[in-house]
């Protein structure tokens, strides 16, 4: 078996929380678990430092908390700790939420698929012939399957699930992501923000199926803020792809 993903210093983690106390702990261990020399970081933005002490109370090498004072979405988030990881001299990072919607158990699966497809980006996908989700209310999953097929229908990029934060990118892709993204909205818009930086500069993006079951415990971070910020957000992705075009059309 390649171990490659397993050697220290070379897998990243980055898990975006709020108010995750409950969570938290049990979700790093698991991730310990399944890549078992991985370096994880957890950008907390809670009011308190409830999340940020379940982590430290671990005390694992490898493992830290980063508090921040207000709550700033999970995008940038994400590209703190991805950008902490890449100091770090991992070559593979993975997104992944903080309320066990996304199976620990497929991390070794992932990162082998990724690495050995040679991929930008993989994306566990939660609408795949073989995905499956669950504890989801049936408003939620026409609320999230309307948002993805106006998505793709407005970017283009030829994905089925754009708003999953189940993700492993390779090395270069990574930095791509903090070199370009993190400009045009909070909340979940970065997550489509991502896709389009890297499909239209000539990243390969691939999906296979995930198991995506909703938080048992904790409250969600989503708010109709953020949805109504996301479709606001959608309308400058698709100025950013129209840019991308131009210019990758201009150089070719």
Not at 166 to 189: D, H, M, P
Request: charge should be positive; charged fraction near 25%.
């Amino acid at each position: 078996m390649d171990t490659k993903a397993n050697r220290p210093g070379q897998v990243g983690v980055v898990i975006p929380s709020y108010k995750e106390a409950d969570n938290i702990k049990p979700l790093v261990l698991d991730v310990r678990k399944w890549v078992p020399d991985s370096r994880i970081i957890v950008v907390d933005d809670s009011p308190d430092l409830l999340t940020v002490n379940a982590v430290n109370d671990l005390k694992i090498p490898g493992v830290n908390a980063i508090h921040r004072d207000r709550k700033d979405g999970r995008g940038s988030a994400v590209f703190l700790g991805m950008k902490l990881l890449l100091d770090d001299g991992c070559e593979q990072i993975v997104e992944m939420d903080s309320d066990f919607s996304h199976p620990p158990s497929q991390l070794p699966s992932l990162l082998a698929h990724a690495r050995t497809e040679q991929l930008g980006m993989l994306i566990g996908s939660r609408y795949l012939p073989d995905s499956q989700i669950k504890n989801w209310p049936l408003a939620r999953r026409i609320f999230s399957k309307c948002s993805n097929l106006l998505a793709r229908t407005v970017l283009q990029v030829p994905i089925v699930d754009y708003t999953n934060g189940y993700r492993v990118y390779s090395r270069a892709a990574a930095e791509c992501v903090v070199e370009t993204c993190n400009k045009l909205g909070k909340g979940f818009i970065p997550l489509s923000e991502v896709l389009v930086n890297l499909y239209y500069r000539s990243y390969t993006i691939a999906e296979v199926p995930t198991i995506f079951t909703n938080r048992l415990r904790g409250e969600s971070s989503v708010t109709s803020t953020e949805i109504k910020n996301a479709l606001v957000g959608l309308f400058r992705i698709y100025l950013l792809k129209q840019m991308l075009k131009k210019q990758r059309k201009n150089h070719d």
